[in-house]
């Protein structure tokens, strides 16, 4: 098989999504968050004009944007991009200003108090547990099988299939171009 | 709720003194580049520049969350942020406009007292904008995300700057004479003892403060029917003008911080005050400004993150 650069993406089914908050608190476990904060967290929405409203539950965490505004936003370079097309944050040259968390316009990232660190807490994508062939902690607890993680740039991964689906990218006219897709609810 | 707000009083704090240095930076380097003949604003003014943004750059350390990391933003730049550029203006404000208070002080003359001058203009500029860029830089939110919100802290910052500069050139001679002149030796001391900062000075300041807070009011006007114009209007109206700060919006920004010091000024412009009342044009009318002028920069920096939770939901 050719060599290729992975870019690595997501995919959430908001069909499958039961909202058990199962993922977050994975993500806690595998992660050791810091007491309160959260990587990922379920958002629920309740739409429609009544007679006819309906609500769902929706995995939300850092969409891993390849134009990112954290990354422009960032005084020092701390928050950038890896050569898997993920966006981390760099310890050694964070300051801890707050900058990324207002400029995220998903609102996924957090401050840490000081005592704990005083980093930007985010999702990862779980790049540890990837580059040992493993799937990210969200992916493997959900009881739904909402969540798929894999490589956008591998044409027969399975997460390209989920793309075929339908998915779809976080608010489009912010012009982020996130790696992270959902595929939006229909009732 | 307790993640809402990422930035607190002490940011408000840091972009109230960036405005005060601002406003009297430049009301001291262009007075000095007209080289006007009364010497009395220019000083003082030139004399206050460099301190309220010190006071200001320990707020925002204080602020930082990995403060001992503070130097970094110092070493590494980051084009694309507008706070890696405010970090730069800032690390030589400070600097250029001490330089120019020494110089100003000790009567120096020579050839880099005009390049100073303008140098210390253009800095004073660029800190004055920085200020509300940084919040309006922020695009996908509603409040701040405003170019008038950049205009309303440069002008907010001309009104509170001059307003210092009364309130010091009242106490300045006696701080002079009592401080200043028992530190430094005697053979560097310049030769005038006294300003004077008179009435007549402090006219004319107030009268640039009327014109200026006019300008503010419309400012803020324009302001309100540029959000309430936006498909994101109903939330950015919601934070600060009917909801959410609303109330420190309404009585401490527009009525204490601007209506109230806009009366005193035309009334003493009308020579209503008798001499027994002049404390409250000297002493009354900028504090008014000043007051407003925080009040301003916490209810947006507050309002501005109050938004963040409905955006979640934006589509």
Redesign the interface.
Known sequence: MAEHKKRWGKIVDLNKCVGCHACSVACVAENKVAN??HRTKI?E?EEGVFPNVYRYTEK?SCNHCQNA?CV???????SHYTEWGTVEVKP????????C???C???VR?????HD???PEKCTLCLHRLEQGLKPACETTCIAGAIITGDLNDPNSEINRWVAKGAVER?PD?DTHPNVFIIPYRR | MEHLYTWNYLIAIYLFTAGLSSGAAIIASITDILNHTDQRIKRIAAYLAPFPVILGLVCLVADLHRPLNFFKVLIHYHATSVMSWGAFFLLVFPIIAMVFTAMVYFNYNGALRKITAWLELVLGLAIGIYAGLLLAAIYNNPVWSNPLIVFLFFVSALSTGGCMVIMAGKVWDSFDQRVLRKIIPEKWLPAEKSLNFDHDNIRLLISLDAVIIIIELMVISTLIISYALRPTGEIALGAIITGGYYLLFWLGVVLLGLITPLILAILELQHKFTDNASGIISWVEPALVLTGGYLLRYVIVYGGQLVYPILTFYR
Do not use: F, Q, S
């Open positions: 309160g904060k958002i929405h939300w505004p422009n936003a960032c005084p020092t370079k701390a050694e040259l964070c300051i801890g200003c707050g900058y968390v207002l400029a316009p998903y609102r957090m401050m840490n108090e000081r660190g005083g980093l608010r912010l």
